[in-house]
């Protein structure tokens, strides 16, 4: 079994700045990528980074420079997120692509989200 443990979020004013993490464990061989989604009500869920094993980056378009992603060698991953707008406000949840046996094909997992709000 495979776990997906967010914390982090909550509420900040325009301006301000959070750190999201996101820990992997279970039965786990190794893992591609991992990465940050987020979602508001009525709206599909956009990626907003991701991380390879190699440290290759992808950004959301929205981003502009404002979020960093990192990922330690103990299978978590953070958001840095700075020069919040209250646009920002979201669901954020963690997703890793990763193999639970070395035979196995990579599967996705989630975690259970954590709420931003971004609001004076």
């Known amino acids: 079994q495979v776990q997906l443990v967010e914390s982090g979020g909550g509420l900040v004013q325009p301006g301000g700045s959070l750190r999201l993490s996101c820990a992997a464990s279970?039965?786990?061989?190794?893992?591609?990528?991992m990465g940050w989604y987020r979602q508001v009500p009525g709206k599909e869920r956009e990626l907003v980074a991701a991380?390879?094993?190699?440290?290759?980056v992808n950004y959301g378009d929205f981003v502009k420079g404002r979020f960093t992603i990192s990922r330690d060698a103990k299978n978590t991953v953070y958001l840095q997120m700075n020069s919040l707008k209250p646009e920002d406000t979201a669901v954020y949840f963690c997703?890793?692509?990763?193999?639970?046996?070395?035979?196995?094909?990579?599967?996705?997992?989630w975690g259970q989200g954590t709420q931003v709000t971004v609001s004076s």
């Open positions: 997703q890793a692509q990763l193999r639970r046996e070395s035979y196995l094909v990579p599967d996705h997992y």
């Open positions: 279970g039965s786990i061989f190794s893992i591609n990528v």
């Open positions: 991380i390879t094993s190699g440290g290759s």
